[in-house]
């Protein structure tokens, strides 16, 4: 398979801290951008991808990079992976920063900034269940949830994940699901698989972004309908030049990508109809 095609943004500094949750543990993040003084950006809690099991801070640059251009400031999370971490380790470290960035909000975004969750592959998956854990617990609010080519399905047999697959009688995707449920409890668990959950109402609004040839594009289109099924708000869109996705979003490279431009501006125009004035 030749090498996938990723974008880079031009270069931004970035810091990486440790932080210390409520729960008393410690985790890395990575913040991206920065906010003049009186100025108020959309705030975005992220998650790399690498199928449960594998990615870094530094897979996780290139969404970043993208959110930052299209006016954010990012907090992307080192969570821990799996197998030595299943679920629900990660989505506990996951709902610890996102309610560290709230409370942190006004010094990170500005006063009366929003909140989004967000994520690409395995990172789709952990935002969209660190979102419902948001909602089952009312709070923090959010102002929405941004999922790139999800993982969403642990049974890794949809049609689009056989066209990219073949022949094949194993993949990463379904190795990482394996590594990270640790029973067929956790399959059917609304935080572990989202996509399976009952309950739906009360989730913020979704952009749900996938590429034409995209393993994940009918697992990830499949829960956009059933959202909208629910009365939810689903803005989505299959881009036609985003080649080798989920794989182009978590290797980090030199070279142009096609569909860059197209992703900042599905960004732009989600925060734009999402974002409430801020708050006095």
């Known amino acids: 398979m030749p090498a996938p095609l990723t974008v880079r943004p031009a270069p ?24 003049k003084a009186g100025e108020t950006l959309p705030l975005v809690v992220h998650f790399h991808g690498g199928a449960f099991i594998s990615g870094t801070l530094d897979n996780g640059c290139t969404v970043a990079h993208l959110f930052e251009a299209a006016g954010a400031r990012v907090v992307s999370v080192a969570y821990p992976l799996a197998p030595e971490h299943p679920f629900p380790k990660p989505l506990e470290i996951g709902y610890g920063v996102l309610q560290w960035a ?47 080519s999800p993982m969403l399905d642990p049974c890794v047999g949809t049609a689009s994940v056989r066209a990219a697959t073949g022949a094949a009688t194993d993949c990463k995707w379904a190795q990482g699901w394996h590594q990270f449920l640790r029973s067929a409890y956790d399959a059917v668990h609304p935080y572990a ?15 749900m972004l996938v590429g034409q040839d995209d393993p994940m594009r009918d697992e ?9 099924a629910a009365g939810l708000s689903v803005t989505r869109h299959v ?9 182009a979003l978590l290797a980090p490279d030199t070279r142009p990508c096609p569909c860059a431009k197209e992703v900042q501006d599905q960004f732009q125009r989600f925060f734009a109809t999402t974002r409430c004035p801020p708050s006095p």
């Open 102 to 148: 709230f409370k942190h909000r006004a010094r990170l975004a500005g006063k009366g900034a929003q909140v989004y969750l967000a994520g690409e592959e395995a990172g789709g998956n952990l935002a969209a269940g660190v979102c419902m854990m948001a909602r089952d617990q009312r709070h923090p609010p959010l102002a929405g949830q941004i999922l790139l």
């Open 12 to 35: 931004s500094t970035h810091t990486d801290n440790a932080i210390a949750l409520a729960c008393g543990q410690e985790v890395v993040v990575r913040t991206y951008g920065s906010k």
């Open 193 to 207: 698989v989202p996509s399976a959950a009952q309950r739906l109402a009360g989730l913020p609004p979704t952009l």
């Open 220 to 228: 990830a289109l499949a829960y956009a309908a059933r959202l909208e």
């Open 239 to 247: 881009f036609a030049k985003a080649q080798q996705w989920p794989d």
